[in-house]
Structure formats: structure tokens, C-alpha cells
């Protein structure tokens, strides 16, 4: 009985790690910001949650839009603010403002949100990290969730505070991971074919 105890439960942590690894982000729907507080944020994009948000913050992205651009808008114990080029917290991208794409998806730290105006079809650029579980909660189901952290947050923590805040924390690059790992298999010096290794081996030995 013990026994068959100890085999279903390790059935269960084995079913529970490969639904884990299952459900991991893609390179394509993972977004990764090199931030000026000292280290690099990793998001996981939800594009089944909100499908044209997702695909602007990676069209902005391989842009070079967000590169540079600082958090304008940073209150503790809520949320930090960026996106806007002209660092007011009234700009945005050229392109059209976002149909809204809410979700019951709940607010918690890490979560991030598109930033609007009073009209829910005006997301175009911004958005937001939340700090904590509890400080963004009542944004649930009202602001457009594209993206959650899952390294990194202890970087967003350092962000410099204020409305705006007196020397802003920026955005240093913002990429695609998928980007970022084909720029790198293409940077890689090609491998000389093994087979070819091993004839100049006999050969040398002959």
C-alpha cells in the first residue's frame, strides 16, 4: 500500500513537470529587456490571451522602438510605467491605437498590462509591470494583459520612483528571444564535418 502510495505520487510530480515543460513560452512569445537597473527582464508573452497586443509589442520590438525609452510613471507598491517615447506618459507609437482584449487573467507582480486612456480602444505603446500580488487587483478585467515575468523581477524592484521620476530607469534593448537565438546561430563558426575529422586523423596516423 506504501508502496503504491510512493509510485502514484512520483507519477504525479513526473505528470506535473512535463504539463510544466509543456506549457513553457516559446522563443517566438518570449520577450527579454535589458534594463538600466542591472540586469535582463524575461517575460513570457500571451498571444493566446491577447493576440494583436502581443504581436505589436514584438512588431515594436524588432523595431528598435522601445530601446532607450525610461519608465516615466513608477509608484511603489503598484505598478512601473514605460513605452512612451517622449517620456510624459502622452506619447505613443505611429501605428493604430488596440482594439481591447480583456481576460479574466488576474493581476498579480509580475503581470504586465497595456496602458489606455479612459477609452478601453486606445492601448497603442505603453504598458506596465505591477509590483506586488495585491497592488494591481482591481485592474483585472479592465486593462489588457499581454505578458507575464518569470526572471528577473528583482530588477524591476530597483527602478527609480516618481511621477515622473527624478533620474528615470530606462529600457536599454528590447528583443525577441527568437531573434536573439538566430543572430547567435549565425555568429557561431561552422563545425568542421566529423567525418572529414576522422579521415585526417587516419591519415596523419598512417
Known amino acids: 500500500m506504501f508502496k503504491k502510495l510512493i509510485l502514484s505520487l512520483g507519477s504525479l510530480l513526473i505528470m506535473t513537470a512535463t504539463a510544466n515543460t509543456a506549457s513553457a513560452a516559446s522563443p517566438e512569445n518570449t520577450l527579454l529587456i535589458e534594463l538600466s537597473t542591472g540586469g535582463t527582464l524575461t517575460i513570457e508573452m500571451l498571444p493566446e490571451r491577447a493576440p494583436a497586443h502581443v504581436e505589436r509589442i514584438k512588431e515594436l520590438a524588432r523595431e528598435g522602438f522601445y530601446d532607450g525609452i525610461v ?31 480583456f481576460t479574466d487573467y488576474a493581476y498579480k507582480r509580475g503581470t504586465i498590462g497595456m496602458a489606455r486612456t479612459a477609452n478601453p480602444n486606445s492601448a497603442n505603446s505603453q504598458f506596465f509591470i505591477c509590483f506586488t500580488d495585491t497592488g494591481c487587483s482591481f485592474l483585472t478585467g479592465q486593462y489588457t494583459v499581454w505578458g507575464q515575468v518569470t526572471e528577473g523581477m528583482e ?52
Request: no cysteine; aromatic share 4%; charged share 30%.
Open 71 to 101: 519608465f516615466h510613471r513608477v509608484i511603489d507598491g503598484f505598478m512601473a510605467q514605460t513605452g512612451d517615447p517622449t517620456g510624459t506618459g502622452m506619447g505613443g507609437s505611429e501605428k493604430p491605437d488596440l482594439p481591447a482584449e
Open 155 to 206: 530588477f524591476v524592484d530597483k527602478i527609480a520612483k516618481g511621477e515622473p521620476p527624478a533620474s528615470p530607469d530606462k529600457m536599454v534593448k528590447v528583443t525577441v528571444l527568437a531573434d536573439t537565438q538566430s543572430a547567435a546561430e549565425e555568429a557561431a563558426p561552422a563545425e568542421a564535418p566529423v567525418e572529414a575529422e576522422a579521415l585526417a586523423e587516419e591519415a596523419a596516423a598512417e
